[in-house]
Each structure stands twice: as structure tokens, then as C-alpha cells.
């Protein structure tokens, strides 16, 4: 299906040069002189090699279809992530570098989608946020509380974040995997 390039998204399929590309990043540019371009940082599914590529917004580029199923995230081994098909408990092989950064956030049973191009996985979503808990928490400073002002934090898994100043050790939080931002307290 042919699409403009200013159509392009994170998380697409893209054909281009007779290979299939990942869609990672895409920045549409609009320099002082000249027509807006679009910058594209893909991924080649075969080889997993990234590449950066740029097109007119006028140009139009190849987008395949992708098939979304669901799956509930079993345990990882080694390079691959175990998947559970939640129809025919069948287990699934997908290679972690599917998820990038975001493997980071996994958690036992949790439930994914898995983007699918004639039956071979390309893309792996998780679930928008998670619940974590704060395992070290800067103290706060006198004082600091008067203007809207974040701490350093690290959560259960390894990942460091910034917290308003009411938030300790120990408390759960939310969590927007996206960019591993605080959202919220978690209900108990």
C-alpha cells in the first residue's frame, strides 16, 4: 500500500530498496530554505542493521500491512523472548531486539502485541504504563518543594526516572514505558 512519506509513524512496516524496514523513529524537518523533508530512522528486519533515510514529504513510499496478535510474556532465554499465544497456548520465539529500551519494563504474565508481516513478528508493543516500585529515592530538600521540582530516582528495574519530591522509597508508582516518566502514585 502506498503512502505518503509525511505519513510515515513509528512502529509502520516500510519496503524500500527491496528490503523491510522498521520503522523506529521519524522527524519531519522544515529547513530555513528549501521544502520540509522527513527523516526516518529504520531497522532492517532480516539483518537488524539501522539506517537512517530521507524523503520529500511529497515522495511516497511501500507500507506493508501488519497483523496484530496478543500474547502474554512468558520468561526471556538468552536472545529471544518466550511468548504464550493466548488462543492456542502455543509458545512463541521473538527476538528481544524487537523491544529495544523497553525490554527493560517486562514483567512476568504480561500481556503484549506482536506485529506480524506474513507471519514473521516485526514489532512488539507493550502495554502504555506499568506499575514499579521505588527502590532508592533522593531525600528531599528543604525548601524545594515551593516550585514544581523532580528527584532522581531508580526503579525495581534498574531504570532511573524523576519523581515529584512526595514520593519515597519503597511506594509504587506508575510509569509511561514510552519514556520512563512518572505518571502517578499506584493505587493499592
Not at 502504555?128 to 528531599?140: C, G, I, N
Request: charged content about 25%; hydrophobic content about 40%.
Amino acid at each position: 500500500m502506498k503512502q505518503q512519506a509525511n505519513q510515515i509513524r513509528a512502529g509502520q512496516v516500510i519496503e524500500h530498496e527491496g528490503r523491510r524496514w522498521s520503522v523506529l523513529k521519524q522527524q519531519i524537518i522544515t529547513p530555513g530554505k528549501g521544502g520540509a523533508f522527513i527523516q526516518v530512522e529504520m531497522r532492517d528486519l532480516k539483518s537488524g542493521n539501522k539506517t537512517n533515510e530521507r524523503w520529500r514529504t511529497a515522495d511516497t513510499v511501500e507500507r506493508l500491512l501488519t497483523d496484530e496478535k496478543e500474547f502474554t510474556y512468558s520468561y526471556t532465554d538468552g536472545a529471544n523472548l518466550v511468548l504464550m499465544d493466548n488462543e492456542t497456548y502455543e509458545q512463541t520465539m521473538v527476538p528481544v531486539a524487537l523491544l529495544g529500551d523497553a525490554a527493560a519494563f517486562l514483567q512476568d504474565n504480561m500481556p503484549v502485541t506482536v506485529d506480524l508481516v506474513e507471519g514473521e513478528p516485526v514489532a512488539v508493543h507493550l502495554p502504555q504504563t506499568v506499575v514499579l516500585e521505588v527502590v532508592e529515592a533522593d531525600p528531599v530538600v528543604r525548601g524545594q518543594t515551593a516550585a514544581s521540582s523532580y528527584k532522581p530516582a531508580r526503579l525495581a528495574n534498574g531504570v532511573k526516572t524523576m519523581v515529584p519530591p512526595f514520593v519515597e522509597t519503597g511506594e509504587k508508582i506508575v510509569v509511561r514505558i514510552e519514556d520512563a516518566s512518572y505518571v502517578e502514585r499506584a493505587k493499592a
